[in-house]
């Protein structure tokens, strides 16, 4: 999935801590779109951003914050980890066809 | 009722038959419907998107709009093993950039 780097791909939080899930594209999206996808459901809009500096929430936005001060990263912060954001996560990219390009997934375990 | 709604499946289907995957959606001011394909373990991948009612045909893909009835499906012909993946429906929420996905539908096609 050239275009769209998350990082990292797995980690594992303890109850309480904080991370940021990096996300970078080199393609020059404006849009760009955070995802979590629970086993086996679809994918749940967390945060989006239509360009740099601005962004808005999604469906899912509780316990999750994100910034964009260029438009190459999109980072996904979690202050306080708890067991119901076990999930995989999902950045992605827009082109200009509408379609969404998303990066490989980071895989969250909270215990 | 849910904005974007799937039957979660399996659909399971023999070598070489119709595939019919199906997604209705409740915001009437929807335009534009798009249909990704994600195997296990990967990242969702653009398959087909529609803006008009009817058919729309790609290759032995065929995504079919009816905006009256607010359904969208997706036809897949002479189904492979290799079609076998969750394919997910997703819809823009009216006058937003948020793009709602459905739950997929998993499709198994058996040898």
């Known amino acids: 999935n050239a275009g769209v780097t998350q990082t990292p791909k797995f980690r594992i939080l303890k109850i309480g801590q904080s991370m940021t899930l990096q996300c970078t594209q080199d393609m020059n999206h404006n849009y760009m779109y955070w995802y979590r996808q629970d086993p086996g459901m679809g994918l749940k809009l967390i945060y989006y951003?239509?360009?740099?500096?601005?962004?808005d929430k999604g469906e899912v936005p509780n316990g999750y914050n994100v910034s964009r001060s260029t438009t190459e990263d999109f980072p996904l912060r979690l202050e306080l980890a708890a067991p119901s954001q076990t999930s995989v996560y999902f950045c992605a990219g827009v082109k200009n066809t509408g379609e969404l390009f998303f990066g490989e997934g980071s895989r969250l375990t909270v215990l | 009722q849910k904005e974007v709604e799937q039957n979660s499946g399996p659909l399971s289907v023999p070598e070489g038959a119709i595939a019919s995957l199906n997604c209705t959606y409740s915001?009437?001011?929807?335009?534009?419907f798009f249909w990704y394909r994600q195997y296990s373990g990967k990242s969702p991948e653009l398959i087909m998107f529609i803006y008009s009612n009817g058919d729309k045909e790609d290759g032995r893909f065929t995504a079919q709009l009816n905006k009256a009835s607010q359904y969208v499906s997706l036809l897949i012909r002479d189904s492979q093993p290799s079609d076998s993946a969750t394919y997910l429906c997703?819809?823009?929420?009216?006058?937003?950039?948020?793009?709602?996905f459905g739950t997929g539908t998993r499709l198994q096609v058996f040898p």
């Open positions: 915001d009437r001011g929807s335009q534009s």
């Open positions: 951003s239509v360009g740099a500096g601005i962004t």
């Open positions: 997703a819809v823009p929420r009216y006058n937003t950039d948020k793009l709602i």
